[in-house]
């Protein structure tokens, strides 16, 4: 079974804190991705890795920056927390065929809840 | 308007019941959909995905798509309390598998 695990479940820090969330998945997939999770404005895309020290900005990537220094591992930084980043954080991973075709389905871990205070 | 959308709920049936749980998108380029269930507190899991417009079917769980309306559903039948979960409807796009996510639907199957 794949599975995708993240540092924390739940997580509480204050405003202007660096947060680290940490996510490390055992399948040797290619593509990994960081989205959160709101009421109402469902899973949005924050960013995502196709390889080693590659990223891409998904659709929300303001305040969050990300590091991919081993393969398994997917980092997301918020540099300086603030009150509107309060949510949770879902770690995906995919991979990606001897052909080069991307699978389209998304391994998610349980997911991180940040409260930002 | 955005790519997909999904009435957010919450749906509440009692057991036994047909359940349809459905979406609507305004991306022709969308070839490929997916249902996800998430359970309270876990993150999205895959339960079905359909290549092409018609039905697929998968136990109780039934895929519907027309692409000429552009509406997709997800059919439960003989729902049970175990299904109460958010049901998220899913589409890629884009070279690096870009999904773009419904809202969610949140069920609830009453014993």
């Known amino acids: 079974d794949v599975k995708v695990t993240q540092s924390s479940r739940y997580l509480v820090k204050r405003t202007g804190e660096k947060v680290f969330l940490e996510c490390v998945q055992d399948m040797d997939h290619e593509n990994m991705f960081w989205y959160r999770q709101d009421p109402g404005l469902g899973l949005r895309l924050i960013y995502f890795s196709y390889d080693v020290k590659m990223k891409e900005k998904g659709d929300i990537p303001e305040g969050y920056s990300v590091s991919r220094e081993k393969k398994e591992r997917f980092s997301l930084i918020l540099e300086s927390a603030s009150t509107n980043q309060t949510s949770m954080y879902l770690c995906?991973?995919?991979?990606?065929?001897?052909?080069?075709?991307?699978?389209?389905?998304?391994?998610f871990g349980p997911g991180t809840r940040l409260t930002v205070t | 308007q955005k790519e997909v959308e999904q009435d957010p709920g919450p749906l509440s049936v009692p057991e036994g019941a047909i359940v349809s749980l459905n979406c609507t998108y305004s991306n022709s380029a969308f070839q490929y959909f997916m249902w996800y269930r998430q359970y309270s507190r876990k993150g999205p899991e895959l339960l079905m995905y359909?290549?092409?417009?018609g039905n697929k079917e998968d136990g109780r769980f039934t895929a519907q798509v027309d692409k000429s309306s552009k509406y997709i559903s997800l059919f439960i039948r003989d729902s049970q309390p175990s299904d109460s979960a958010t049901y998220l409807c899913a589409m890629p796009s884009g070279g690096y598998q870009k999904v773009t996510f419904g809202t969610g639907t949140k069920l609830q199957v009453i014993p």
């Open positions: 359909t290549y092409s417009s």
């Open positions: 995906a991973s995919t991979p990606r065929g001897l052909a080069g075709e991307n699978s389209h389905e998304q391994y």
